[in-house]
């Protein structure tokens, strides 16, 4: 890893509120010129464009000689984003818990030099790194709590009940336990109580029994075996989405502690924060948004040193949803740390 000197932090540009349209889930024209002419780009390229980019970076507004954490670093697209944004003197520290995304990322963003530092690291454990580095305070931060589709199209990985693999659903494979590992220690109360709590699952209780029996039988060794013993319990595909999607949600859930570590990342991560800088966190089911929105919610109203940016969820367009599917459940919520005090102060801890 690259040595990092502790950066000199400039205060961002008071940035205004989010146009009306975009607050509501619309998209406004970016009104600098530098990143117009990088997300027209993006969109020519074949490189991974992540979620949301360009309304990310319009409620991030980053600037040159700002510091900045990617805590889910992934293929490097927001963090790109931001590097180009803060052309020359902008920083990125990038965490991923996946060491295949950090090793990606890696490659993409190598041109970058000493801007980047990329560590693997969850980021639950964004505090610790950023100290281990030097770094006390940030110009602002972003987390796309999505799986990439590298990790949904590798189907050794397991998070797809549309490719057989084995039951993994790690996103750091080198440790922990797998899915399968689980699925032999769980109960079928357990299994009721996973899959309805982290699933929402209606059907919990015929599912977590049908789950249950197949693993104490042997016969529940790959996502394909899963796949199938939720479709004949639930007798084929019903609504709009296939029937092993929530089960599939719970059980990833529970592998990679994540609503555990979301809940510390947002505790965390605001104490991070430099006076106008904002933290961005693009989620993609009601759970994971329920946090954030909670979270951000009540750090208004314990302080006014917190000033939500988006009262409303922003969504993608349905131009950004046609070209890529898998955003179509994306939502990005924004809140800013105001000018005049610092991240440990306003978040009371």
């Known amino acids: 890893m690259a040595h990092y000197q502790a950066a000199k932090y400039v205060e961002p540009n008071a940035p205004g509120p989010l146009p009306a349209h975009m607050d509501a ?8 010129q530098r990143v117009s002419l990088f997300t027209t780009q993006m969109e020519n390229d074949a490189v991974h464009i992540p979620v949301l980019c360009k309304e990310m970076i ?4 980053p ?17 790109e984003a931001i590097l180009e ?28 030099g000493n801007q980047v530092i990329l560590v ?13 580095l030097g770094v006390h305070g940030i110009n602002g931060a972003v987390l796309d709590l999505g799986l990439s589709s590298d990790q949904l199209d590798n189907p050794t990985r397991g998070f797809s009940f549309q490719r057989s693999g084995p039951l993994d659903m790690r996103f750091d494979a080198s440790s922990g336990k797998t899915a399968f590992e689980y699925l032999q220690q769980f109960s079928a109360h357990e299994l009721e109580e996973i899959l ?31 796949a199938r013993v939720i479709e004949k319990a639930l007798r084929g595909r019903r609504g709009k989405i296939h029937p092993a999607t929530r089960v599939f949600q719970a059980l990833r859930i529970v592998v990679n502690s994540e609503m555990e ?4 990342a947002l505790l965390e991560i605001p104490r991070l924060l430099a006076p106008g800088a904002r933290f961005c966190v693009v989620s993609y089911h009601s759970l994971e948004d329920r946090e954030v929105k909670t979270a951000f919610r009540n750090m208004g109203r314990i302080s006014v040193q917190w000033r939500l940016v988006t009262r409303k969820p922003v969504r993608p367009m349905l131009r950004e949803i046609a070209t890529n599917p ?22 009371g801890h």
Do not use: W
Request: a neutral charge.
């Open 261 to 264: 570590r979301l809940r510390k």
């Open 196 to 226: 309805a709590t982290y699933g929402e699952e209606r059907y919990c209780k015929k599912l977590a029994r049908a789950i249950f029996d197949a693993a104490t039988h042997g016969s529940l060794e790959t996502t394909a075996d899963l």
């Open 58 to 61: 319009q409620a991030l507004a």
């Open 63 to 79: 600037i040159s000689g700002g510091v900045y954490l990617d805590g889910t670093v992934g293929a490097g697209g927001y963090a």
């Open 25 to 32: 889930g619309g998209v406004s024209q970016c009104t600098n």
């Open 85 to 112: 944004a803060t052309h020359p003197a902008g920083r990125v520290i990038g965490l991923d818990v996946d060491k295949d995304a950090v090793e990606k990322s890696r490659q993409r963003l190598s041109l970058y």
């Open 326 to 347: 898998r955003a179509r459940s994306a939502r990005m919520r924004v809140i800013e740390l105001v000018e005049g005090c610092c991240g440990e102060e306003a978040a």
């Open 120 to 132: 693997h690291a969850g980021f639950h454990e964004a505090r610790s790194v950023l100290e281990s």
